[in-house]
T-cell receptor, first 115, second 112 residues
Framework: QKEVEQDPGPLSVPEGAIVSLNCTYS??????FMWYRQYSRKGPELLMY????GNKEDGRFTAQVDKSSKYISLFIRDSQPSDSATYLC???????????????FGKGITLSVRP | NAGVTQTPKFQVLKTGQSMTLQCAQD?????MYWYRQDPGMGLRLIYY???????DKGEVPNGYNVSRLNKREFSLRLESAAPSQTSVYFC???????????FGSGTRLTVV
């Protein structure tokens, strides 16, 4: 079992839909959870960051962490064609940068929002 | 603009040729990373440098070497390119107090 599993997709939704993207993980030491967005032919960019369990909201985006289930989600409300991108989850045991703080990434899911 | 700069953006190599991918960051970050991204495989860590003067192997280091030239620059070298090294290569950096990594825009490498 890989440390981080992410639904492979691709996912296609109509404009205005609510999108749910999910990752599961096996390493209970993970404490810091991130979602990256990657547009075609660009580098990934940090979208959301959460620590431990709970929810975090930023505009139309909500990141949710359930450590008891080892499950994280990213919700996109009122999805727009501009949200079409690949979304990668990432996580790490420690925040401080160093040898032990390497991020473990999911493989990413490609989302297409149809006008 | 502040961030991570990668050069070149595109490169075509013949099998057996060598090349160096350059990466520089201007955010005073301590840690730097090299990833490759392939369809269906996600991001795979090749090498990383936790701080200036140190480098360590990642998940897929074979066929690559790295140099942390100074705090700003981290280069990736392919000594004898193989078609299996056709990929998109990303450099990233991270610093204390900063959440997550900042990625460059990538180098698209084709080995024929």
């Amino acid at each position: 079992q890989k440390e981080v599993e992410q639904d492979p997709g691709p996912l296609s939704v109509p404009e205005g839909a609510i999108v749910s993207l999910n990752c599961t993980y096996s390493n209970s030491a993970f404490q810091y959870f991130m979602w990256y967005r990657q547009y075609s032919r660009k580098g990934p960019e940090l979208l959301m960051y959460t620590y431990s369990s709970g929810n975090k909201e930023d505009g139309r985006f909500t990141a949710q962490v359930d450590k008891s289930s080892k499950y994280i989600s990213l919700f996109i409300r009122d999805s727009q064609p501009s949200d079409s991108a690949t979304y990668l989850c990432a996580m790490t045991p420690v925040h401080y940068t160093g040898a032990n703080s390497k991020l473990t990434f999911g493989k990413g899911i490609t989302l297409s929002v149809r006008p | 603009n502040a961030g991570v700069t990668q050069t070149p953006k595109f490169q075509v190599l013949k099998t057996g040729q060598s090349m160096t991918l350059q990466c520089a960051q201007d955010m005073n970050h301590n840690s730097m990373y090299w990833y490759r991204q392939d369809p269906g495989m996600g991001l795979r860590l090749i090498y990383y440098s936790a701080s200036e003067g140190t480098t360590d192997k990642g998940e897929v280091p074979n066929g690559y070497n790295v140099s942390r030239l100074n705090k700003r620059e981290f280069s990736l070298r392919l000594e004898s390119a193989a078609p299996s090294q056709t990929s998109v290569y990303f450099c990233a950096s991270a610093g204390q107090g900063v959440y997550g990594y900042t990625f460059g825009s990538g180098t698209r490498l084709t080995v024929v």
